[in-house]
């Protein structure tokens, strides 16, 4: 019994920081609640409530501004005497085509936040109930107007109790910012928006929603053009709109689609030229960078494999040579192109995917450290099969395919751009930019293909080949140890104790079908079974904070908001454990003693983002400084001024030098 009362005491501990929440209202198109940032309010302070909408899969809702038809939610509060409220505030909504239409709003799930004040009069002990009623239209092929009456009570403390707040969190990051850009409208509606944030790299999508409705024909494109320092969107106003300036919220979509929205006001401008890049550039950077990513840390396990694979090839036919080497460069073509499919689908689906998606599912990590596991034992010989490892060209596409889901931690320079912009062209565009990355990584191997005489200047086979098999396991037990140490970082103890349980049952496996009889086949497929229903129970586990080389405070908005509010310089270090740059970065160039000592020096506070699970907090300033993935380094100066976006390649030098330049 005292047991259970100390488990059910525990148990009920964190229910105190929990947001206060209304029943909810529910129908087949949408679930809606009633929220406050507030577990109890102090008197006189201002908090905040949130209307918030779960719409069901096809089903949309409006912005203030609903476009070519539909309208905006409403919540009408009836509060105490003397209380008072602010205005429902809008995220940035997305562009949702209906036939001719163009309606502006919102799929999924979004949060409508508006500011109450309390007055200095409460006294601590008593409770206040807030009631709201609410109307929104849920649309499909129909709108349906929908309504729910809501309830909250709050109790009032001396000093406020601020809730556990992810989605208010999620609802701040969607929210429009005050835009750093200037801005200009043409007579003919070319919006010219400027600013160094802007560059080809940074930029991939565009888009402006204006806050007058029937300035511009919604359903008309907003033709996008880039250079450094300028976007140009051409809008078409609306027949006897009348000129002049206008405003709305300017949404920016970076390489990786992640988005970030500011409100925006554009003064009557001159006449703007259109400007423009083409497919044959996105092309050139595609291969660029898929021919650095070899040099990457990530492809150094596969890399290895692959030299077994060449070493068999010395004083062999051409035909042989050329086999092998095109082998390999199918895979990774191959590899690039399904990658860049389920990429596609996934954003089409509404899901933010960016480079290395996958890295952020524990069971994916758990699988890849498995299939380490196996290529290693496979070349220490404890069973044979025809693979990756065993060269051939049929070996030699496997190794391909393997390059390319290794390598996806790993970003080289010029791919966020080839990325960026294979999101933004048609399905076969973007596809040929993902195939162009692959013919980079391929691209030594297709030189083999091309020129198999290369393959002449190899040593011959003989003895020494299998001693180099042995050595070249380690190279694959060390990827799965690397990838047991990330699933730690993202599931904890109990991630790193299925990973382990899973890898014994997949070495038992591999060895039961190497022993070639029907019994040791049969074991293989129950422990094999095994392994693979532990996986699924990853996904649920709780996130482990990973613990970057250069501590620091855990990154939010609200503790750099604070921190610059000192008039303290500030570091950002967005890392995850499972990127092999960020952690060379971290170990050359972040946690060095002359690094150490010039952030001391500067009283530069640090602070931690840990990607490691995708934190969507984290992926939402990813979006707002242009990128797809981590690492990413921001260097504020003291003050409220922008960050200084340092390179993803880092040197001491460079970090040196980068503190050096702060303001005094």
């Known amino acids: ?58 089903w949309h809702s409006y912005w203030s501004n609903p476009g070519d038809a539909g309208a905006p939610p409403e919540v009408t509060l009836r509060l105490p005497e003397g209380w008072s409220a602010g205005d429902l505030q809008f995220p940035a909504p997305e562009r949702i085509p209906f036939g001719p239409l163009m309606n502006f709003g919102y799929k999924g799930e979004v949060g409508f936040p508006l500011p109450v004040s309390a007055p200095a009069t409460l006294r601590p002990g008593e409770a206040v109930t807030i009631e709201a009623e609410a109307t929104w239209l849920a649309c499909a092929d129909v709108c349906i107007p929908e309504e729910g009456r809501f309830m909250l009570t709050l109790p009032v403390e001396a000093a406020p109790s601020p809730a556990s707040l992810p989605r208010f969190m999620a609802a701040e990051a969607a929210m429009p910012r005050p835009s750093p850009f200037s801005a200009r409208l043409s007579p003919e509606g070319v919006l010219a928006v400027e600013g160094e944030a802007i560059t080809p790299a940074a930029v991939r999508g565009a888009a402006f929603f204006p806050f007058e409705q029937s300035r511009f024909l919604n359903a008309s494109p907003q033709r996008l053009a880039l250079r450094e320092g300028r976007l140009t969107l051409a809008l078409t106003p609306a027949p006897g709109a009348s000129p002049g300036a206008a405003e709305g919220v300017l949404v920016l979509t970076d390489a990786g689609g992640q988005r970030a929205s500011f409100t925006l006001r554009a003064e009557p401008g001159p006449t703007v030229p259109a400007e423009g890049t083409g497919l044959w550039q996105a092309l050139a950077l595609a291969v ?16 290895a494999m692959k030299a077994m694979a060449l070493a068999r090839l010395g004083g062999a036919e051409a035909r042989a040579v050329r086999g092998d080497a095109m082998g390999y460069v199918l895979g990774v073509l191959a590899g690039f192109v399904a990658l860049g499919g389920v990429l596609l689908a996934l954003r089409a689906g509404g899901a933010a995917a960016g480079w290395g998606f996958q890295f952020t599912h524990p069971a994916f990590v758990a699988a890849l450290a498995w299939v380490m596991l196996l290529v290693g034992l496979n070349l220490s010989g404890v069973f044979a099969i025809r693979g990756p490892a065993l060269g051939g060209a049929r070996g030699a596409f496997g190794t391909g395919l393997l390059a390319v889901v290794v390598a996806t931690p790993c970003t080289a320079p010029f791919m966020a751009t080839a990325i960026g912009a294979a999101l933004l062209l048609p399905g076969w565009g973007a596809l040929l930019v993902f195939a162009a990355m692959g013919l980079g990584l391929a691209l030594p191997y297709a030189a083999l293909a091309a020129f198999p005489a290369l393959a002449r200047s190899f040593p011959r086979p003989g003895p020494w080949m299998e001693r180099l098999r042995q050595v070249l396991a380690f190279p694959m037990y060390g990827a799965a140890a690397w990838l047991v140490w990330v699933l ?99 170990r050359i160039a972040l946690d060095t003693e002359a690094t150490r000592a010039a952030l001391a020096e500067r009283n530069v506070a640090v602070l931690v983002g840990d990607w490691t699970r995708g934190d969507p907090a984290i992926t939402a300033l990813l979006r707002a400084h242009g990128r797809d993935g981590v690492p990413l380094y921001l260097l504020y100066p003291a003050g409220r001024g922008a960050p200084v976006i340092l390179p993803q390649l880092l040197t001491e030098g460079t970090m040196l030098e980068a503190i050096s330049a702060l303001r005094s």
């Open 1 to 58: 019994m005292p047991r259970f009362l100390l488990l059910l005491i525990l148990a009920l501990l964190p229910l105190r920081g929990l947001a206060v929440e209304s029943a909810p209202v529910s129908s087949p198109r949408a679930t809606a609640t009633l929220l406050a940032d507030r577990a109890a309010i102090a008197p006189g302070e201002e908090f905040r409530l949130m209307l918030f909408l779960r719409l069901a899969p096809g």
């Open 288 to 303: 660029l960078g898929g021919l650095i990513l070899n040099l990457m840390p990530c492809v150094f396990p596969v890399l």
């Open 488 to 586: 730690a970082q993202q599931a904890g103890p109990d991630g790193v104790l299925v990973a382990l349980a899973g890898g014994v049952l997949v070495a038992m496996a591999a060895w039961a079908f190497g022993t070639g009889a029907r019994p040791g086949r049969l074991l293989g497929l129950v422990a094999a079974a095994l392994a693979l229903a532990l996986l699924p129970g990853l996904e649920g586990s709780p996130a482990a904070a990973s613990r970057p080389a250069l501590s620091g405070e855990a990154w939010s908005p609200d503790r750099l908001a604070a921190l610059q509010a000192e008039g303290r310089p500030v570091f950002v270090n967005l890392t995850a454990a499972w990127c092999i740059t960020c952690k060379v970065n971290e």
